[in-house]
């Protein structure tokens, strides 16, 4: 069953996505060489007592952080810790989410530690990130949810991948519906099965998190001994980048956004409704 918002719960949520969109602004600047993704979890928890938000990710299935911190090889859900010390050239993909009255945010990025990343990492960052918005733009009213796992794999696929190849496209993680929970029906495919069927109608009050992980090699993963590390079998670096986005009647608002989407969607001739929260 999809849960469908009205317009006021869809206000809430965004009161949500803008506490995640401040941990994101605080955690990239704390994202640092020397700093220890232990000190990004703490950073987060900052923020969210700051804005008497709670967290969702912390002791979610027995999750031990306020933030996933994922460095490198990890795909999705590195667990911070002291001994993990950001370095002069690291990628590192934060995780994270927020509670507001009982309506869920969550939202993901990949940032650069440091200077002189290859050429490589810089577009494999642009690559998950544009095709994340790819699949935000596809979020109308009419299309299916199949619509944009397509818009997801299609932009990814037509990139040309520096040094040959093919992006690995991460087959067993992906989006999801979020609302009165984190994680809701239905889940959303980053590339399109045809097992799947075309998913439901895309109707208002509709919440999706759009969350593309993608490798500079294979789509496949293990995870770690934690039980919760997930990182690519080839041992290949990846980038995660996820938005919450809701369809109102006026078109998607990204709730976990600042501007609610407003400049990137209209890069893609996309107009995105009005923010609730002015």
């Known amino acids: 069953m999809v849960q469908i918002k009205t317009p006021e719960q869809i206000a809430t949520m965004r009161a949500a996505g803008l506490v995640v969109a401040a941990i994101h602004a605080a955690t990239r600047e704390a994202a640092v060489p020397g700093a220890s993704t232990k000190d990004l979890d703490q950073v987060a928890r900052k923020v969210l007592a700051e804005h008497d938000a709670k967290p969702n990710f912390l002791g979610y299935g027995g999750f031990p952080a306020t933030i996933c911190t994922s460095v490198n090889e990890v795909v999705v859900h590195g667990i911070p810790a002291e001994d993990v010390v950001l370095k002069d050239g ?68 037509r990139q040309p991948k520096p040094g040959g190849g093919k992006y690995g496209i991460i087959e067993d993680y992906g989006g999801h519906g979020i609302g009165t929970e984190m994680h809701m029906d239905p889940h959303l495919l980053n590339y399109v099965d045809r097992r799947r069927g075309k998913g439901p109608k895309l109707v208002p009050g ?48 990204v709730l976990t956004s600042p501007d609610g989407g407003r400049a990137k969607l209209a890069e893609l001739g996309v107009t995105a409704a009005p923010d609730p929260l002015g």
């Open 206 to 253: 509709f919440c999706l998190a759009i969350e593309p992980m993608v490798s500079l090699g294979t789509p496949r993963t293990r995870v770690l001994d934690d039980e919760w590390t997930v990182i690519t079998t080839d041992g290949t670096w990846s980038s995660h980048w996820e938005h919450s986005v809701a369809l109102t009647e006026e078109g998607p608002l």
């Open 90 to 157: 690291d990628i590192i993909s934060i995780d994270c989410g927020a509670i507001v009255d009982g309506w869920h945010g969550d939202a993901a990025y990949t940032a650069f530690v440091g200077s002189g990343h290859a050429p490589e990492l810089v577009e494999l960052s642009r690559v998950t990130e544009e095709s994340m918005w790819a699949g935000i733009a596809a979020m109308k009213q009419g299309n299916r949810l199949v619509d944009i796992s397509r818009a997801v794999e299609t932009y990814i696929r």
